[in-house]
């Protein structure tokens, strides 16, 4: 053997055959068949070999004994990779090698300085990797379970192996990790998945995205990003920092809910609740500082001027937060949970609407601050020196808020009070990529609108500007700048609607589906709940039975960074969740109540109404309201239908019962009604949501007529219509509406033909115990008890007496 020769081991690398590099990587020496001998005698060298090397001494043994590979020869195989080209290529190879003539002494030298270099930096990698998981390296760990040729983020591509990888990342060293990122790096090929690429018919902005980016952005000091982060109180760090212990998470399926009662001055009636031992509850300070607060640079200065529309007076320079605004805040910023059931869009909708997008913003900005600080920190320091777990302030992917809105309309809203909130009145425009499309999509034309449309006021409010439901758009905020389509792996903010979400998330066997975005969602908005039941309530729950699950890909996620409670696969448990709508509905108390479980605990708003909705109906009419029975809540479709097929329908039927509207809140309850007249062959007609606008037409006019005596109109047609029908004289409610200002408006639809009829008049409602909220929005709280309580099953109301 020769001396160790003068050059570095990558220049003799480079002058190994890809044959030889083969053999090198494969067996961490050179084939024998390459070894140079030199004429010169010298003394024999003992050099430290790995335990891999083969030895025509040790043949016997390796045939017994399974053959260990280094640590370091296991490392070259996964950063190295043959292609088939390389292959096909060995047998042209062998023939140059057996032409080439043999080299001199002193570059047979070098063969020998390699195999010291790899004997000893074998060594070095096993002393530096104490740590690792079940005692193999990353490089370890690859080598046992990847394929030959197979890079490592085609590993982690399976589902399978993927699942396992947050818990494996999650224990190895700094340097291995550090190799681990770089592997990811360089064997990446194109996107990360195929759920970021977009469909041909939909838009997203690729040309931002370095601009966007959180991995190669840094905190900019004049933005001050970082300063409110570095208070201790502040509720976003309490949040994220709070440890949950596994005795605490097995406990959530087992403990008893705990409930407190408080009364706020605006909000009223408030229910703390929590299935964690702990139940903290607080009351709403009389004055509210915005330094108290902790906003996030420049929202404490430019909330003041966005929410100015809502202050008026003294208000306005004592308070940046209307009444109901500011207790809705000290809730939000708690990062409880919270469910307000009074949200209309006429009152106080838009007041709402500013102080949820004022703690999202917030939200974000503190996020995506830590994140580009925490980059700042590692550029400044070496790789290894500190705590990893002081830089795991990331999720398993980048959307952190899903903001779930009914139309475009007010998706458009919402992102006009962004701009507004990151631009002020200062007089540097922000950066807004794609805001003419954007507006263009998503606006809406005056013109479009007929000019004779007379509706109601609630109804102008909701079905305002653009009301498409089918939807979805990526946001991403840095610092100053909203880049809009941004592609979902991208974005901060997702904004859409539960269809645009459904057809995305797709359901089982399909095989274009995603929903990896929705794992680390942290602040779940859901406005207008309401609306949602009269679209298509189970688009809701497809969605929440999605929200928070472990990705299937890794999405090129740097493990290192991800915080150790959405490795867990906790993040249900930190995720907040802000529930507004215009009603107590029975699915929606139930979506809050199972789908809802932060640590922090969940607020909602309870107010029973005193008075109902029958007190707003203007004609004289009597109210007859008749309780069926039901043994539980799955039988009571089955018992409603019979009681009004044997009880209520028999009483109509005669021809003197002439023009008898049935209002039907359940579109499969139509359906079965309709089906059944049908088969009774009774004089009817039927308007539903679905029915085109010639039928709705004639219907209408063979009701006014007296040619058709019944007429089967559904809720959710008189909640996108809002028609008058003309020509009743007698009503029955086959189940209470959903909405409790439909009792009054359909009642005083009867006032619209008055012919001198109104002692021939009547109204008749079904209902059970298990109606006992709409019956309350109704008939008021006090009624609907006595009547619930009430050993009769006929009640008797009238209404505009004179």
């Given at each position: 053997?020769?001396?160790?020769?003068?050059?570095?081991?990558?220049?003799?690398?480079?002058?190994?055959?890809?044959?030889?590099?083969?053999?090198?990587?494969?067996?961490?020496?050179?084939?024998?068949?390459?070894?140079?001998?030199?004429?010169?005698?010298?003394?024999?060298?003992?050099?430290?070999?790995?335990?891999?090397?083969?030895?025509?001494?040790?043949?016997?043994?390796?045939?017994?004994?399974?053959?260990?590979?280094?640590?370091?020869?296991?490392?070259?195989?996964?950063?190295?990779d043959?292609?088939?080209?390389?292959?096909?290529?060995e047998?042209?190879?062998?023939?140059i090698i057996?032409?080439?003539?043999?080299?001199?002494?002193?570059?047979?030298?070098?063969?020998?300085?390699?195999?010291?270099?790899?004997?000893a930096?074998?060594?070095?990698?096993?002393?530096?990797?104490?740590?690792?998981?079940?005692?193999?390296?990353?490089?370890?760990?690859?080598?046992?379970?990847?394929?030959?040729?197979?890079?490592?983020?085609?590993l982690?591509?399976?589902t399978?192996k993927?699942?396992?990888?947050?818990?494996?990342?999650s224990k190895?060293?700094?340097?291995?990790?550090?190799?681990?990122?770089?592997?990811?790096e360089?064997?990446?090929?194109?996107?990360p998945?195929?759920?970021?690429?977009?469909?041909?018919?939909?838009?997203?902005?690729?040309?931002?995205e370095?601009?966007?980016?959180?991995?190669?952005?840094?905190?900019q000091?004049?933005?001050?990003?970082?300063?409110?982060?570095?208070v201790?109180?502040?509720?976003?760090?309490?949040?994220?920092?709070?440890?949950?212990?596994?005795?605490?998470?097995q406990?959530?399926?087992?403990n008893?809910?705990?409930?407190?009662?408080?009364?706020?001055?605006?909000?009223?009636?408030l229910?703390?609740s929590?299935?964690?031992?702990?139940?903290?509850?607080?009351?709403?300070?009389?004055?509210?500082?915005?330094?108290?607060?902790?906003l996030q640079?420049?929202l404490?200065?430019?909330?003041?001027?966005?929410?100015?529309?809502?202050?008026?007076?003294?208000?306005?320079?004592?308070?940046?937060?209307?009444?109901?605004?500011?207790e809705?805040f000290?809730?939000?910023?708690?990062?409880?949970?919270?469910?307000?059931?009074?949200?209309?869009?006429?009152?106080?909708?838009?007041?709402?609407?500013?102080?949820?997008?004022?703690?999202?913003?917030?939200?974000?900005?503190?996020?995506?601050?830590?994140?580009l600080?925490?980059?700042?920190?590692?550029?400044?320091?070496?790789?290894?020196?500190?705590?990893?777990?002081?830089?795991?302030?990331?999720?398993?992917?980048?959307?952190?808020?899903?903001i779930?809105?009914p139309?475009?309309?007010?998706?458009?809203?919402?992102?006009?009070?962004?701009?507004?909130?990151?631009?002020?009145?200062s007089?540097?425009k922000?950066?807004?990529?794609?805001?003419?499309?954007?507006?263009?999509?998503?606006?809406?034309?005056?013109?479009?609108?007929?000019?004779?449309?007379?509706?109601?006021?609630?109804?102008e409010a909701?079905?305002?500007?653009?009301?498409?439901?089918?939807?979805r758009i990526?946001?991403?905020?840095l610092?100053?700048?909203?880049?809009?389509?941004?592609?979902?792996?991208?974005?901060?903010?997702?904004?859409?609607?539960?269809?645009?979400?459904?057809?995305?998330?797709?359901?089982?066997?399909?095989?274009?589906?995603?929903f990896?975005?929705?794992s680390?969602?942290?602040?779940?908005?859901?406005d207008?709940?309401?609306?949602?039941?009269?679209?298509?309530w189970?688009?809701v729950?497809?969605?929440?039975?999605?929200?928070?699950?472990?990705?299937?890909?890794?999405?090129?996620?740097?493990?290192?960074?991800?915080?150790?409670?959405?490795?867990?696969?906790?993040?249900?448990?930190?995720?907040?969740t802000?529930?507004?709508?215009?009603?107590?509905?029975a699915?929606?108390?139930?979506?809050?109540?199972?789908?809802?479980i932060?640590?922090?605990?969940?607020v909602?708003?309870?107010?029973?109404?005193?008075?109902?909705?029958?007190?707003?109906?203007l004609?004289?009419l009597?109210?007859?309201?008749?309780?069926?029975?039901?043994?539980?809540?799955a039988?009571?479709?089955?018992?409603?239908?019979?009681?009004?097929?044997?009880?209520?329908?028999?009483?109509?039927?005669?021809?003197?019962?002439?023009?008898?509207?049935?209002?039907?809140?359940?579109?499969?309850?139509?359906?079965?009604?309709?089906n059944?007249?049908?088969?009774?062959?009774?004089?009817?007609?039927?308007?539903?949501?679905?029915?085109?606008?010639?039928?709705?037409?004639?219907?209408?006019?063979?009701?006014?007529?007296?040619?058709?005596?019944f007429?089967?109109?559904?809720?959710?047609?008189?909640?996108?219509?809002r028609y008058?029908?003309?020509g009743?004289?007698?009503?029955?409610?086959?189940?209470?509406?959903?909405?409790?200002?439909?009792?009054?408006?359909?009642?005083?639809?009867?006032?619209a033909?008055?012919?001198?009829?109104e002692?021939?008049?009547?109204?008749?409602?079904?209902?059970?115990?298990?109606?006992?909220?709409?019956?309350a929005?109704?008939?008021?709280?006090?009624?609907?008890?006595?009547?619930?309580?009430?050993?009769?099953?006929?009640?008797?109301?009238?209404?505009?007496?004179?």
């Amino acid at each position: 053997m020769g001396k160790r020769g003068s050059r570095s081991q990558s220049q003799l690398l480079n002058t190994l055959t890809k044959k030889q590099k083969k053999h090198l990587r494969d067996f961490g020496e050179e084939h024998p068949f390459y070894d140079r001998v030199s004429r010169k005698e010298t003394k024999p060298q003992i050099c430290q070999l790995s335990e891999s090397s083969d030895t025509s001494d040790s043949e016997s043994e390796a045939d017994s004994e399974p053959e260990q590979v280094s640590g370091y020869c296991k490392l070259l195989a996964t950063l190295k990779d043959i292609s088939e080209e390389e292959e096909d290529d060995e047998e042209e190879e062998e023939e140059i090698i057996d032409e080439e003539p043999e080299m001199s002494g002193e570059d047979g030298d070098g063969d020998v300085g390699v195999e010291e270099e790899m004997a000893a930096e074998s060594a070095d990698m096993q002393e530096t990797s104490a740590s690792w998981f079940l005692g193999l390296g990353f490089s370890g760990f690859t080598a046992g379970i990847c394929p030959a040729g197979a890079s490592v983020p085609k590993l982690f591509s399976s589902t399978d192996k993927y699942l396992e990888a947050p818990h494996f990342t999650s224990k190895l060293h700094p340097e291995d990790m550090a190799l681990y990122t770089d592997c990811q790096e360089k064997g990446r090929e194109g996107p990360p998945g195929k759920s970021q690429q977009a469909s041909p018919e939909e838009f997203t902005d690729a040309k931002h995205e370095s601009l966007f980016s959180l991995e190669t952005n840094f905190l900019q000091e004049e933005s001050g990003g970082s300063c409110s982060l570095k208070v201790s109180q502040d509720p976003f760090l309490q949040h994220v920092n709070k440890e949950l212990k596994d005795k605490d998470v097995q406990a959530v399926g087992t403990n008893p809910k705990t409930t407190h009662q408080l009364k706020w001055p605006t909000l009223g009636q408030l229910v703390f609740s929590s299935k964690f031992q702990k139940l903290e509850t607080f009351k709403p300070s009389k004055d509210i500082d915005l330094k108290s607060l902790h906003l996030q640079k420049p929202l404490e200065s430019t909330w003041t001027k966005t929410n100015s529309q809502f202050l008026s007076g003294p208000q306005k320079s004592s308070s940046p937060f209307t009444p109901l605004q500011k207790e809705l805040f000290l809730i939000m910023n708690s990062y409880r949970d919270l469910f307000y059931s009074e949200r209309t869009a006429l009152k106080n909708g838009e007041e709402i609407r500013h102080v949820y997008c004022l703690h999202a913003l917030n939200h974000v900005l503190k996020a995506n601050a830590r994140v580009l600080g925490n980059n700042s920190r590692r550029r400044s320091q070496k790789l290894g020196v500190g705590d990893d777990d002081d830089f795991r302030d990331q999720g398993l992917t980048r959307p952190k808020v899903l903001i779930v809105l009914p139309f475009r309309e007010a998706a458009l809203r919402v992102v006009q009070l962004f701009i507004s909130l990151l631009e002020g009145d200062s007089k540097k425009k922000i950066i807004v990529s794609n805001k003419k499309r954007f507006k263009g999509e998503y606006g809406s034309d005056p013109e479009e609108r007929p000019p004779n449309l007379k509706r109601p006021e609630d109804y102008e409010a909701v079905f305002v500007g653009n009301i498409d439901d089918h939807f979805r758009i990526g946001v991403a905020i840095l610092q100053r700048s909203i880049r809009l389509y941004a592609p979902f792996y991208s974005s901060d903010i997702l904004i859409a609607s539960p269809l645009g979400l459904r057809t995305i998330i797709g359901g089982e066997g399909e095989k274009k589906r995603d929903f990896d975005f929705l794992s680390s969602i942290e602040l779940l908005i859901i406005d207008q709940a309401d609306i949602y039941l009269m679209q298509n309530w189970e688009h809701v729950l497809h969605l929440m039975s999605h929200m928070n699950l472990l990705p299937l890909d890794s999405h090129g996620v740097d493990f290192s960074r991800v915080r150790m409670w959405s490795l867990n696969n906790w993040s249900k448990y930190y995720r907040q969740t802000l529930l507004f709508g215009a009603l107590q509905d029975a699915q929606i108390n139930s979506l809050f109540n199972k789908h809802c479980i932060n640590l922090q605990g969940q607020v909602a708003v309870r107010n029973v109404p005193m008075t109902g909705s029958i007190s707003h109906v203007l004609v004289q009419l009597p109210h007859v309201f008749q309780r069926m029975e039901a043994e539980n809540v799955a039988s009571v479709i089955d018992a409603r239908f019979n009681f009004f097929v044997n009880k209520i329908l028999p009483q109509y039927r005669d021809a003197v019962m002439s023009h008898t509207l049935i209002y039907v809140p359940s579109y499969f309850d139509f359906v079965r009604l309709r089906n059944y007249f049908k088969k009774e062959e009774l004089n009817f007609t039927h308007i539903c949501e679905y029915t085109k606008k010639s039928g709705v037409s004639r219907a209408r006019q063979f009701f006014l007529q007296g040619e058709k005596q019944f007429l089967l109109l559904t809720e959710r047609f008189h909640f996108y219509k809002r028609y008058t029908i003309k020509g009743i004289r007698n009503l029955i409610f086959y189940e209470l509406p959903t909405y409790p200002h439909f009792y009054s408006e359909i009642c005083n639809m009867l006032k619209a033909t008055n012919r001198g009829e109104e002692a021939t008049w009547t109204c008749t409602v079904l209902y059970s115990k298990y109606d006992a909220q709409r019956l309350a929005a109704v008939v008021g709280v006090e009624r609907a008890a006595q009547m619930l309580q009430s050993k009769k099953n006929v009640h008797l109301f009238i209404t505009g007496e004179k």
